[in-house]
T-cell receptor
Framework: KAGVTQTPRYLIKTRGQQVTLSCSPI?????VSWYQQTPGQGLQFLFE???????NKGNFPGRFSGRQFSNSRSEMNVSTLELGDSALYLC????????????FGPGTRLLVL | AQKVTQAQTEISVVEKEDVTLDCVYE???????LFWYKQPPSGELVFLIR??????QNEISGRYSWNFQKSTSSFNFTITASQVVDSAVYFC??????????FGTGTRLTVIP
């Protein structure tokens, strides 16, 4: 079974731009979660989507948003990029019920100049 | 509030030595899961093990073993006869009530040949 895939793998943007990242979960998985990893803040939860609805949300500003499609693929968008948004963005999927093991994708490395 | 502490920032060992990675957690929930993930230089988080709060039985899987003690809120991970391929950052994580994970700051393990 294929794992979680994320595109693109690397991205360079400039301040003020917006960016969209994509995540395809493991086949049959209906929940997708997003995490941000930075050297200063570590791994932090952004949000979780299940059945096209945001089910859980971390403590990030409204510039960070996401959505999920009917095939469970998810996108996250960051508007008005700031230098501090430079990070590794990781996506994880589960079957959907609570308290399940999350399987992670390879991540998207975003650099904001 | 949930919190995971990995006091060891970096550990270096010589190949074939045993190494233990420490993890201490805080939660008021009675039902929770604890995880260990490995992050090699490629960036992907690789799932290693999951333990629920009602199962204190320790586990051995090949060269890996885990010691879960609720009395001390610890979930330690030991690699026996370490190998160069074990070099990575190891994260301990806590999951309560939903699917999002609270991560520790990670321990960077370097195995010297």
């Amino acid at each position: 079974k294929a794992g979680v895939t994320q595109t693109p793998r690397y991205l360079i943007k400039t301040r003020g731009q917006q960016v969209t990242l994509s995540c395809s979960p493991i086949s049959g998985h209906r929940s997708v979660s997003w995490y941000q990893q930075t050297p200063g803040q570590g791994l932090q939860f952004l949000f979780e989507y299940f059945s096209e609805t945001q089910r859980n949300k971390g403590n990030f500003p409204g510039r960070f948003s996401g959505r999920q499609f009917s095939n469970s693929r998810s996108e996250m968008n960051v508007s008005t990029l700031e230098l501090g948004d430079s990070a590794l963005y990781l996506c994880a999927s589960t079957m959907g019920q609570a308290l399940q093991t999350q399987y992670f994708g390879p991540g998207t490395r975003l650099l904001v100049l | 509030a949930q919190k995971v502490t990995q006091a060891q920032t970096e550990i270096s060992v010589v190949e074939k030595e045993d190494v233990t990675l420490d993890c201490v957690y805080e939660t008021r929930d009675t039902t929770y899961y604890l995880f260990w993930y490995k992050q090699p230089p490629s960036g992907e988080l690789v799932f290693l093990i999951r333990r629920n709060s009602f199962d204190e039985q320790n586990e051995i899987s090949g060269r890996y073993s885990w010691n879960f003690q609720k009395s001390t809120s610890s979930f330690n991970f030991t690699i026996t006869a370490s190998q160069v391929v074990d070099s990575a950052v190891y994260f301990c994580a806590l999951q309560t009530g939903a699917n999002n994970l609270f991560f520790g700051t990670g321990t960077r393990l370097t195995v010297i040949p």
